[in-house]
T-cell receptor, first 115, second 114 residues
Framework: KAGVTQTPRYLIKTRGQQVTLSCSPI?????VSWYQQTPGQGLQFLFEYFSETQRNKGNFPGRFSGRQFSNSRSEMNVSTLELGDSALYLC??????????????FGPGTRLTVL | AQSVAQPEDQVNVAEGNPLTVKCTYSVSGNPYLFWYVQYPNRGLQFLLKYITGDNLVKGSYGFEAEFNKSQTSFHLKKPSALVSDSALYFCAVRDRGSNYQLIWGAGTKLIIKP
């Protein structure tokens, strides 16, 4: 099976712009989660989608949003970019049928740099 | 709130020696624990998880982890380290209070010296 794919792999944007990141989960997986990884804050949970519905949400401002399509692919959007949004954005997919025991499988990430 | 701690920022081990990467957790109820590894410029790779049952969990690449309920620990181990094991290791626990979000440790950098 193909793994989780994320596009693009690298992005450079300027402050105030917006950006959309894409994630294609492993075939058969219905849950997609997004994380932000920075050296200072580590791994922080953004949100999780399951069957096109947001099932869980972390503590990020409303500038960060996402959605999931009927084929389980997901997109994440960040509006009005700030310098502090520079990070590695990771997408993870899982079967989604057990919140407690599901294993998440990660994509390679999108490296976002905000100038 | 549930949490997980990785007390060592970095662990140095000589190739061929056994390695241990430490993880302790704080949860209410049954813990669901995970280990992941991250190589430079890559996403995280799943190593193993503890849900229930045998306290010794075997995972990928020869790694195993020992669940110890009394010490609330879930240390990652490998009998003989390889230089290629050098990477960043993360422990995580499911947080029942936040709809089973994964709560992550800060990560431990493992360096295996030839």
């Amino acid at each position: 099976k193909a793994g989780v794919t994320q596009t693009p792999r690298y992005l450079i944007k300027t402050r105030g712009q917006q950006v959309t990141l894409s994630c294609s989960p492993i075939s058969g997986h219905r849950s997609v989660s997004w994380y932000q990884q920075t050296p200072g804050q580590g791994l922080q949970f953004l949100f999780e989608y399951f069957s096109e519905t947001q099932r869980n949400k972390g503590n990020f401002p409303g500038r960060f949003s996402g959605r999931q399509f009927s084929n389980s692919r997901s997109e994440m959007n960040v509006s009005t970019l700030e310098l502090g949004d520079s990070a590695l954005y990771l997408c993870a997919s899982s079967l989604g049928d057990s919140l407690s025991t599901d294993t998440q499988y990660f994509g390679p990430g999108t490296r976002l740099t905000v100038l | 709130a549930q949490s997980v701690a990785q007390p060592e920022d970095q662990v140095n081990v000589a190739e061929g020696n056994p390695l241990t990467v430490k993880c302790t957790y704080s949860v209410s109820g049954n813990p669901y624990l995970f280990w992941y590894v991250q190589y430079p410029n890559r996403g995280l790779q799943f190593l193993l998880k503890y849900i229930t049952g045998d306290n010794l969990v075997k995972g990928s690449y020869g790694f195993e982890a020992e669940f110890n309920k009394s010490q609330t620990s879930f240390h990652l181990k490998k009998p003989s380290a390889l230089v290629s094991d050098s990477a960043l290791y993360f422990c995580a626990v499911r947080d029942r209070g936040s709809n089973y979000q994964l709560i992550w440790g800060a990560g431990t950098k493992l360096i295996i010296k030839p």
